[in-house]
């Protein structure tokens, strides 16, 4: 199989060895090429192309390992060489619209294109690096991926944009995360009371994370108000202590902004499902959010 590979950073070298090694005709392009993706090439005794050309015609897959911001346009530069039923792997962070566009010029072009989330550090694991992937050929992407050494993880059914969605969702649940747990245990050293705190929340670390969090947004709802005062309440504790929160007042936001959505429309029931509370949610939003 042939794979060509745009983009020769630390993202596209770290597959191409290893693309090499499992006996896979790998050829490269970088426009401005480092010392390290010089040595590579040389190594694997393949040029160094500038940019895309007629050497694509004999790909079966491209691998853009590019920027967010050169996604599309690098997609574009590429699909006129190649042939009719060749596959691209966007490996890009570009935002999930223009993954979903670019996978409509791809279709257009009778060629596959998946979408591909790196989900980890590829400095600490290389070709190791968990990747999630969606979109039409995720399967047969995974299938020679794996051969190299790679770890994929294919959302079945999903289409292109669904797996730079997740990842983004995931950054956002784990920097909230990252965020509060600063200030939480700077707080709770200040007091003296780290240790007791890992202790008082056990039952949170026994309940399965999808079943909290379900909770969370199902009470939510429902007793908004209340909480917005429990929030202004830690904030003044964290001030009297010289720990102003930089993390609870977008915390009392949202629930101030719960509180005053339920003064105008009422809930579905007392006892909302997570369903009916994330739609709920979403029919209150303010347009924009």
Same mark, same amino acid.
């Given at each position: 199989?042939?794979?060509?590979?745009?983009?020769?950073?630390?993202l596209?070298?770290?597959?191409?060895?290893? %693309?090499?090694?499992?006996?896979?005709?790998?050829?490269?392009?970088?426009?401005?090429p480092a010392?390290?993706?010089?040595?590579l090439?040389?190594?694997?005794?393949?040029?160094?192309?500038?940019?895309?050309?007629? $050497?694509?015609?004999?790909?079966? $897959?491209?691998?853009?390992?590019?920027?967010?911001?050169?996604? %599309?346009?690098v997609?574009?530069?590429?699909?006129?060489?190649?042939?009719?039923?060749?596959?691209?792997?966007?490996? /890009? /962070?570009?935002?999930?619209?223009?993954?979903?566009?670019?996978?409509?010029?791809a279709?257009?072009?009778g060629?596959?294109?998946?979408?591909?989330a790196?989900?980890?550090?590829?400095?600490?694991?290389?070709?190791?690096?968990?990747?999630?992937?969606?979109?039409?050929?995720?399967?047969?992407?995974?299938?020679?991926?794996?051969?190299a050494?790679?770890?994929?993880?294919?959302?079945?059914?999903?289409?292109?944009?669904?797996?730079?969605?997740?990842?983004?969702?995931?950054s956002?649940?784990?920097?909230?995360?990252?965020?509060?747990?600063?200030?939480?245990?700077?707080?709770?050293?200040k007091?003296?009371?780290?240790?007791?705190?890992?202790?008082?929340?056990?039952?949170?670390?026994?309940?399965?994370?999808?079943?909290?969090?379900?909770?969370?947004?199902? /009470?939510?709802?429902?007793?908004a108000?209340?909480r917005?005062?429990?929030?202004?309440?830690?904030?003044?504790?964290?001030?009297?202590?010289g720990?102003?929160?930089v993390? %609870?007042?977008?915390?009392?936001?949202?629930?101030?902004? /719960?509180?005053?959505?339920?003064?105008?429309?009422?809930?579905?029931c007392?006892?909302?499902?997570?369903e009916?509370?994330?739609? $709920?949610? %979403?029919?209150?939003?303010?347009?924009?959010?």
């Amino acid at each position: 199989m042939r794979i060509a590979i745009i983009g020769l950073g630390e993202l596209g070298r770290c597959f191409a060895a290893p %693309l090499h090694a499992a006996g896979f005709e790998v050829s490269v392009c970088e426009v401005r090429p480092a010392a390290a993706a010089e040595e590579l090439a040389a190594s694997m005794g393949v040029p160094i192309h500038p940019g895309p050309g007629a $050497w694509l015609a004999e790909a079966q $897959w491209v691998l853009s390992c590019v920027t967010g911001t050169t996604a %599309l346009p690098v997609l574009e530069a590429v699909l006129p060489h190649l042939a009719n039923g060749a596959s691209v792997a966007d490996f /890009t /962070t570009a935002s999930p619209a223009v993954k979903r566009e670019a996978a409509a010029k791809a279709a257009a072009a009778g060629i596959r294109y998946v979408d591909t989330a790196v989900m980890g550090a590829i400095s600490l694991n290389l070709v190791r690096t968990p990747l999630l992937v969606s979109g039409e050929g995720a399967g047969d992407f995974k299938a020679f991926m794996e051969q190299a050494g790679g770890r994929v993880q294919v959302i079945d059914g999903a289409r292109a944009g669904d797996a730079i969605s997740l990842k983004i969702l995931r950054s956002i649940f784990t920097k909230g995360m990252e965020a509060l747990c600063v200030e939480l245990l700077m707080s709770a050293e200040k007091q003296g009371v780290r240790s007791e705190l890992y202790a008082q929340l056990a039952d949170i670390d026994q309940t399965p994370l999808r079943s909290f969090m379900d909770m969370l947004v199902r /009470t939510h709802v429902v007793h908004a108000r209340r909480r917005a005062h429990e929030v202004h309440d830690a904030q003044g504790e964290l001030t009297a202590q010289g720990l102003s929160s930089v993390v %609870l007042p977008g915390v009392a936001q949202r629930f101030l902004a /719960t509180a005053s959505a339920l003064e105008h429309t009422p809930l579905p029931c007392d006892d909302p499902s997570v369903e009916q509370a994330i739609d $709920w949610l %979403l029919a209150t939003a303010p347009t924009g959010s």
